[in-house]
């Protein structure tokens, strides 16, 4: 299993947008959850959104309307678009894997992480 990788993160101002992508997501298994999760300084981590092998998506009440995840199985790729972003936003945003699917974002649940990436939204 290639340990995913995110990439970008910023820095933008409220109201702004960014679209994070986890290259190498892709599992073995045929039935599989993804999912994007997020840590500000001193909060624990979060989950902020999912999607399963077919399709299914769920995010986190904070998040809805404002962000959208999704795969690119054939470039082995997941991604999270954020637009109208706030100040509160602002952490550090993992992608995560888990073998079948997971119906809530408990990070627990999950096997295999990113490193991480940077998001920082100004007010």
């Known amino acids: 299993q290639v340990q995913p990788v995110e990439s970008g993160g910023g820095s933008v101002q409220s109201g702004g947008s960014l679209r994070l992508s986890c290259v190498g997501s892709?599992?073995?298994?045929?039935?599989?959850?993804m999912a994007w999760f997020r840590q500000a300084p001193g909060k624990e981590r979060e989950g902020v959104a999912l999607?399963?092998?077919?399709?299914?998506?769920a995010y986190a009440d904070s998040v809805k309307g404002r962000f959208t995840i999704s795969q690119d199985s054939a470039k082995n790729t997941l991604y999270l678009q954020m637009i109208f972003l706030k100040p509160e936003d602002t952490a550090v945003y993992y992608c995560?894997?888990?073998?079948?699917?997971?119906?809530?974002?408990?990070?627990?649940?999950?096997?295999?992480w990113g490193q991480g990436t940077q998001v920082t939204v100004s007010s």
């Open positions: 995560a894997m888990a073998r079948g699917r997971i119906g809530s974002l408990r990070p627990v649940n999950f096997d295999y």
């Open positions: 892709r599992l073995t298994y045929s039935i599989y959850t």
């Open positions: 999607i399963f092998d077919n399709g299914y998506t």
